[in-house]
């Protein structure tokens, strides 16, 4: 009865100590996609917005080469850098803190419980927004400029199209593990992120004209 007793509680224990470590891993690495996540997405918000303001200035000038358009053409090639740099800075913080040394996904730190789970998700939510809002001012840079003021934006303008890509490839490869191995979670909702994710991104690198 003892020894029972003993095992019970050693078993315990155990399932206690995996619980907290899964737990732990998990904030740790969801915590970080959702830290990069949302930096983005705060950091990118003035920058859209110069970059749509910019382009109303350019329209209203007789040439791309007047001193106001040319400040205009500046503000946007600033503020597409500056996007450019955010998503990149987040797409390795994300693989790093997915992918182990040899670059295969971390599936131990795949393994969530359901408030990670659901963080994730968030996240993912988060990543379509901030795509789709690139996805839209890019549009308008391209409809609202005329030939030569998109020829004097085009390479940084390119440079924020084709850090997209490389943005959502490590948060879809890590939740789509977390889907598959997080079985102590409800992960439904995770899965269906997913695929939202991945649906809207491949009809925004079309629309684009980004190779996949």
């Known amino acids: 009865m003892k020894f029972s007793l003993a095992a019970t509680a050693f078993c315990a224990i155990s399932s206690a100590s995996a619980a907290a470590f899964i737990e732990r ?33 350019i329209k209203n000038e007789p040439n791309a080469y007047t001193p106001i358009a040319q400040a205009a053409i500046v503000a946007i090639e600033n503020s597409a850098g500056n996007i450019t740099a955010a998503l990149t800075d987040a797409a390795e913080t994300i693989l790093r803190a997915t992918t182990t040394a040899t670059g295969v996904i971390n599936t131990r730190a795949a393994i969530l419980i359901q408030s990670e789970v659901d963080l994730l998700v968030e996240g993912i939510q988060t990543a379509v927004t901030i795509i789709q809002n690139i996805s839209a001012t890019v549009t308008v840079v391209h409809a609202d400029l005329d030939v030569t003021a998109n020829t004097l934006v085009q ?58």
Do not use: M, W
């Not at 990069?36 to 303001?53: A, N, P, R």
């Not at 490869?173 to 491949?202: K, M």
């Open 25 to 57: 891993r998990g904030a740790t690495v969801v915590g970080t996609i959702d830290a990069s996540v949302g930096t983005v997405k705060d950091t990118i918000t003035t920058d859209l917005s110069t970059i749509e303001s910019s382009v109303a200035v």
């Open 155 to 212: 390479s940084e303008i390119t440079a924020v199209t084709a850090a997209l890509q490389p943005f959502v490839t490590p948060l879809t490869n890590f939740a789509s593990a977390a889907a598959t191995f997080s079985l102590i979670a409800s992960v439904t909702g995770l899965s269906n992120a997913v695929t939202g994710l991945l649906s809207i991104a491949a009809g925004i690198y079309a629309t684009l004209g980004i190779g996949v």
